[in-house]
C-alpha cells in the first residue's frame, strides 16, 4: 500500500541513519579521546577496574619516591661508615706504631686526638633529612627506622603498606647522651697476648660529652705501657670488626632497596599496560571502523532520499 501519511521506507531509512550516526559518535570520540572505555557507561566493569588500578598506581609511585628517600639514607650512613672505617683503620695502625720502642707517644696521641675530632664530624654530619644512624644524643641507643617498602592490595580488595626496617642500634657509632649506645663510645672488651698468657681489656674510642664509656679511653702518654697499648690495638680491631658488620647490615639493606625500587618500577608499568589493554582504542581499528562507518553513512543519506522521493511519485496519479 502506498501512503502518503507514512512512509515506511523512510522511517527505514532513518533509523538505520540514526544508528549509524551513534556509532559513528562512538568511535569518533574514541579516536578524540584515546580511550574505548572513557566513562562508566561505556564499559562499567572496565572503567570501575581501570579506575581502581589507576589510583593504585599513583600509590605505587609515592612508594617508588619513598624508596628514593630510603636509599638516600643507606647511602649517607653506608657513606659515613666507610669513611669513619678509614679513620679508624689508621687510629689502629697509629697505635701499633706507638709499640715501637722510642717512639715519641705523646705526638701520636696529638694524631689520635685529631683522628677522634675526625670521627665526631664523621658521624654528626652523616644525617639525611634529619635522620642520623651514626649519631645520637639521647637516651636511646639507637632506634627501628622503617622504610616505605610497598603498596599492597590483597585479594579481598583491603590495602597495606609494608616497610623495609633497620635497626639502628647497630650502626650507631657515637651517643653524646648514653655512651653504652654508640659503637665508639662503648666499652669494647678484647682479648689480647699478654707474655706467655692471654688477658682481657675493655676501652673506649671516643669520650661521649654526657660520661665515659666502660673501661678506659683510647689514649697515649710517655707512661703508656705496651701491655696497655696491646689492649687498646685489639679493642680498635673488635670496634673495627663491628663497624664492618654495621656496614654490611646498611649495604644489604640499600640493596634490598634498590631490588624493590626496580620491581615497584616494573610492576607501575605493567600495572599501567595492563589498564591499556582494557581501555585504550586500537587506533588501527577505530580509524578503520570509521572509514566504513562513513560510507555506511552516505549509503544511508542515499537511501533515505530515494525513500522521500517514492512520495513524490503519487503526485503524478492526480495530473
Same mark, same amino acid.
Given at each position: ?7 515506511n521506507?523512510a ?8 544508528s549509524?550516526?551513534?556509532s559513528?559518535?562512538k568511535t569518533? $570520540?574514541?579516536?578524540s !579521546? ?6 562508566a557507561?561505556?564499559n %562499567?566493569a572496565?572503567?570501575?577496574i *581501570?579506575t =581502581? ?5 599513583k600509590?605505587?609511585?609515592a ?9 638516600a ?6 657513606t659515613g661508615m ?5 679513620v679508624?683503620?689508621?687510629i689502629k695502625?697509629?697505635?701499633?706504631a ?13 694524631e689520635?686526638t ?5 670521627l ?7 644525617s639525611?633529612n634529619g635522620e ?7 637516651d ?10 610497598s603498596?599492597?592490595?590483597g585479594?579481598?580488595?583491603?590495602v597495606?603498606?609494608?616497610?623495609? $626496617?633497620?635497626?639502628? !642500634?647497630k650502626?650507631?657509632?657515637?651517643n653524646?647522651?648514653a655512651? %653504652?649506645?654508640?659503637?665508639l663510645? *662503648?666499652? =669494647?672488651t ?7 698468657t692471654?688477658?682481657?681489656?675493655t676501652?673506649?674510642l671516643?669520650?661521649?660529652?654526657a660520661?665515659?664509656?666502660t ?7 710517655s ?7 696491646d ?5 680498635v680491631d673488635?670496634?673495627l670488626?663491628?663497624m664492618t658488620d654495621?656496614g654490611?647490615?646498611?649495604?644489604a639493606?640499600?640493596s634490598?632497596i634498590?631490588t624493590q625500587?626496580?620491581?615497584a618500577k ?8 595492563g589498564v ?17 562507518l562513513?560510507?555506511q553513512?552516505?549509503l544511508g543519506?542515499?537511501?533515505?532520499s ?8 503519487v503526485?503524478?496519479l492526480?495530473?
Amino acid at each position: 500500500m502506498t501512503s502518503i501519511m507514512t512512509n515506511n521506507s523512510a522511517i527505514g531509512a532513518l533509523s538505520t541513519l540514526r544508528s549509524i550516526s551513534a556509532s559513528m559518535e562512538k568511535t569518533q $570520540s574514541a579516536i578524540s !579521546s584515546g580511550y574505548k572505555v572513557e566513562k562508566a557507561s561505556d564499559n %562499567a566493569a572496565y572503567w570501575s577496574i *581501570a579506575t =581502581t588500578m589507576r589510583s593504585d598506581n599513583k600509590a605505587m609511585s609515592a612508594v617508588q619516591d619513598a624508596l628514593g628517600m630510603g636509599a638516600a639514607k643507606t647511602d649517607t650512613a653506608y657513606t659515613g661508615m666507610k669513611a669513619a672505617i678509614d679513620v679508624v683503620t689508621t687510629i689502629k695502625a697509629k697505635l701499633v706504631a706507638a709499640r715501637e720502642p722510642g717512639v715519641d707517644k705523646d705526638k701520636i696521641n696529638k694524631e689520635l686526638t685529631e683522628l677522634k675530632n675526625q670521627l665526631g664530624s664523621i658521624a654528626k654530619s652523616s644525617s639525611f633529612n634529619g635522620e642520623n644512624w651514626l649519631y645520637d644524643n639521647s637516651d636511646t641507643a639507637g632506634s627501628t627506622q622503617e622504610m616505605v617498602g610497598s603498596f599492597v592490595r590483597g585479594g579481598d580488595g583491603n590495602v597495606s603498606i609494608k616497610t623495609i $626496617s633497620f635497626d639502628s !642500634s647497630k650502626s650507631m657509632l657515637i651517643n653524646d647522651k648514653a655512651a %653504652a649506645g654508640g659503637l665508639l663510645t *662503648a666499652g =669494647t672488651t678484647a682479648t689480647f697476648a699478654s707474655g706467655t698468657t692471654t688477658t682481657t681489656g675493655t676501652y673506649y674510642l671516643i669520650k661521649s660529652t654526657a660520661g665515659s664509656g666502660t673501661g678506659t679511653e683510647v689514649t697515649l702518654s710517655s707512661t703508656t705501657t705496651d701491655t696497655a697499648i696491646d689492649g687498646m690495638v685489639a679493642s680498635v680491631d673488635k670496634m673495627l670488626s663491628n663497624m664492618t658488620d654495621a656496614g654490611a647490615t646498611i649495604g644489604a639493606t640499600k640493596s634490598r632497596i634498590d631490588t624493590q625500587a626496580s620491581f615497584a618500577k616494573n610492576l607501575s608499568d605493567t600495572i599501567q599496560i595492563g589498564v591499556g589493554k582494557l581501555v585504550d582504542a586500537d587506533m588501527n581499528e577505530e580509524s578503520t571502523k570509521l572509514k566504513a562507518l562513513q560510507t555506511q553513512q552516505q549509503l544511508g543519506i542515499q537511501a533515505l532520499s530515494i525513500a522521500n522521493s517514492s512520495s513524490e511519485s503519487v503526485l503524478s496519479l492526480f495530473r
